[in-house]
């Protein structure tokens, strides 16, 4: 299985998950606020933070890692700042992690949201009654009613990320080792003569991960509905 | 004590009410609509009146005049919603727990063994509730909210929910609340067997007013105080058990009176409260002579109300208490009955439901 793939096959594959599951697992509390703050408050601007949130579903995936480039790059706003404190993010994996977590998010503060807005107000409610300040409601009937809607959104985002492809090419280039994840190795890959066999065995690659994350949620979420579930 | 003033303007509809709530089981007795909920939750805190005043003793909950208003989970109370709310994602045993753990480590607190073993749910503690019935659910309500160690305890229609077997299931236990807890209890109900089963003090609201409150006998023998209508209309007697006859009657003694009941598992001396339904009542102005009822109450009528249709609600004075009957008006005016006149109450044997007879500690 080791000589399968080749040593640059496997660094685009370990890159791949290193930087999704960064993407997925560094966003997550903040999708969880978002989703949170989108289903249940009102405030001013409410539409404007969610087509914030939705805007990398629907712009060109070029035109999200041109404006990351822009803002995050060495001599951005945000980028040069952040270059003074010594990070970096512009051509690095961290890069790429950010790329992913920004494409991803949508769909992750999606599935959260409808999970939190399919909980009933009145069980909150009831909580409260009992004595419980409104972050001990979020934490003890919340969260945890909410959890297959956070796995849903977690796996989704993973997805996402694994496939992540126009923004990171944009935002972070195409280098070896560093940001070339498994959509970018493939495209490396069918750029030169003879490399199609190792684009085909990233796609397998790609095609097992995504369906191995699906299987995973259908359990886990299974088994987490029929905890939660009947009531 | 409870005291609660509060005035709350719902588009058209208003609720302004104010009502004391003293020891024991207070119902909050009235139509749908007529401002029951919205007064239990401003108590809760779940709402905020446009205006008012809400005490618990001395522990001020809400006073708008002062811009106080504690945040619900601040209220120290335990409120036992409807529809039960529990906690689908924690199992019984946790459910229950949930407000003990928010609640300070000093406050009085029932035992967890006793508030188990008081609603009989040992059985069911390491169950999820989407594994219970109705029944079960609320009574695993009732200890949620007995045992988060509650200065006050809510229940909003705790039994509209459930059928006519689950509701005779779970009103002995909220009897043993009032008679073995010393939490006082604000009940919402448009029920009247269960006010007059349940029921220390009476509030009767009607379009968000209070129209009347007092003892239970006293504002449920009223005639001009019907929150639930005519149809549902009843008095409430008090009445001893004098003694069980072998033909199986239990034969009760209302201030002298004897009435007939089917055979009561109560022992000889025990105080019951008795709801007569005003249209289980017929009314004579001689004392019937061969008729198959046998529980025929003396009395003088103390009012006639005519009702917006043919019928009229007379209240009739005996020696058990004040009796309530629905007849017609043409009745009434062929009988000429008029505050004074005797006459005699006559309540067929079973028409005194079962469910509605409970055990009563001289509340009323």
């Given amino acids: 299985m080791a000589d399968w793939l080749g040593p640059e096959e496997w660094r685009a594959v370990a890159l791949s998950l290193q930087v999704s599951l960064w993407a997925t697992l560094a966003s997550l509390p903040l999708?969880?606020?978002?989703?949170?703050?989108?289903?249940?408050?009102?405030?001013?601007?409410?539409?404007?933070?969610?087509?914030?949130?939705?805007?990398?579903?629907?712009?060109?995936?070029?035109?999200?890692?041109?404006?990351?480039?822009?803002?995050?790059?060495?001599?951005?706003?945000?980028?040069?700042?952040?270059?003074?404190?010594?990070?970096?993010?512009?051509?690095?994996?961290?890069?790429?992690?950010?790329?992913?977590?920004?494409?991803?998010?949508?769909?992750?503060?999606?599935?959260?949201?409808?999970?939190?807005?399919?909980?009933?107000?009145?069980?909150?409610?009831?909580?409260?009654?009992?004595?419980?300040?409104?972050?001990?409601?979020?934490?003890?009937?919340?969260?945890?009613?909410?959890?297959?809607?956070?796995?849903?959104?977690?796996?989704?985002?993973?997805?996402?990320?694994?496939?992540?492809?126009?923004?990171t090419i944009t935002f972070v280039s195409n280098i070896p080792g560093q940001t070339r994840t498994i959509p970018s190795a493939i495209y490396a890959f069918l750029q030169v003569p003879g490399g199609e066999s190792s684009a085909m065995k990233l796609v397998i690659v790609s095609v097992v991960v995504a369906m191995s994350a699906l299987l995973l949620s259908e359990l886990v979420g299974r088994r987490i509905a029929a905890r939660v579930g009947g009531a | 004590m409870l005291e609660v003033r509060v005035r709350h303007a719902f588009g058209e509809f208003t609720v302004d009410a104010a009502f004391k709530a003293p020891p024991g089981v207070t119902v909050l007795f009235g139509r749908s609509g007529s401002g029951k909920t919205t007064l239990v939750n401003a108590v809760a805190g779940l709402l905020t009146p446009d205006e008012g005043r809400i005490a618990s003793d001395d522990r001020v909950l809400l006073d708008t005049a002062r811009g106080i208003s504690l945040k619900p989970h601040r209220r120290r109370l335990g409120y036992i919603f409807q529809e039960g709310r529990l906690f689908p994602h924690l199992s019984v045993r946790q459910n229950l727990g949930y407000g003990a753990w928010f609640a300070p480590r000093n406050a009085p607190r029932e035992e967890f063994g006793r508030v188990v073993e008081l609603l009989g749910i040992g059985p069911l503690l390491d169950r999820r509730p989407g594994a219970l019935s109705g029944g079960e659910k609320q009574r695993v309500a009732i200890g949620r909210a007995l045992l988060s160690a509650p200065q006050l305890i809510l229940a909003d229609e705790p039994l509209a929910a459930l059928d006519e077997a689950r509701k005779a299931e779970i009103l002995p236990y909220f009897e043993r609340l009032r008679d073995e807890v010393a939490v006082p209890i604000l009940y919402v109900s448009h029920s009247g067997s269960e006010v007059a089963r349940l029921a220390t003090t009476v509030v009767a609201l009607e379009a968000g007013r209070v129209i009347a409150q007092g003892a239970a006998a006293e504002v449920l023998g009223d005639p001009s105080i019907l929150p639930s209508g005519a149809r549902e209309a009843g008095a409430v007697l008090t009445a001893r058990v004098a003694r069980h006859h072998e033909d199986g009657l239990t034969e009760l003694d209302a201030g002298g009176v004897p009435l007939f009941l089917p055979r009561?598992?109560?022992?000889?001396?025990?105080?019951?409260?008795?709801?007569?339904?005003?249209?289980?009542?017929?009314?004579?102005?001689?004392?019937?002579?061969?008729?198959?009822?046998?529980?025929?109450?003396?009395?003088?009528?103390?009012?006639?109300?005519?009702?917006?249709?043919?019928?009229?609600?007379?209240a009739l004075d005996t020696a058990g208490g004040r009796v309530l009957a629905r007849i017609t008006r043409r009745s009434a005016d062929a009988l000429a009955l008029a505050p004074g006149v005797a006459a005699y109450a006559i309540v067929k044997t079973v028409s005194v439901a079962p469910s509605d007879i409970g055990g009563g500690r001289g509340h009323l």
Avoid: C
């Fill in chain 1, 31 to 167: 999708g969880v606020f978002v989703a949170y703050a989108l289903a249940r408050w009102s405030f001013p601007g409410k539409q404007l933070l969610n087509g914030l949130v939705h805007l990398p579903l629907i712009l060109p995936p070029v035109v999200t890692g041109y404006l990351l480039l822009l803002t995050l790059g060495t001599r951005g706003p945000v980028g040069s700042i952040l270059a003074d404190w010594g990070i970096v993010l512009a051509f690095r994996w961290t890069g790429a992690a950010v790329a992913a977590s920004i494409m991803a998010f949508p769909l992750m503060v999606r599935a959260i949201r409808l999970s939190i807005e399919a909980i009933d107000p009145k069980l909150e409610q009831a909580g409260a009654t009992l004595g419980a300040s409104p972050v001990w409601v979020f934490a003890t009937v919340t969260l945890p009613m909410a959890l297959p809607g956070i796995l849903a959104g977690s796996i989704l985002a993973f997805a996402k990320a694994m496939g992540e492809f126009g923004a």
């Fill in chain 2, 264 to 314: 009561l598992a109560e022992a000889p001396g025990r105080l019951l409260r008795i709801r007569i339904a005003a249209h289980d009542v017929i009314l004579s102005r001689g004392r019937p002579e061969g008729l198959s009822a046998l529980n025929i109450l003396p009395g003088t009528v103390h009012e006639v109300r005519p009702g917006d249709g043919p019928g009229a609600i007379v």
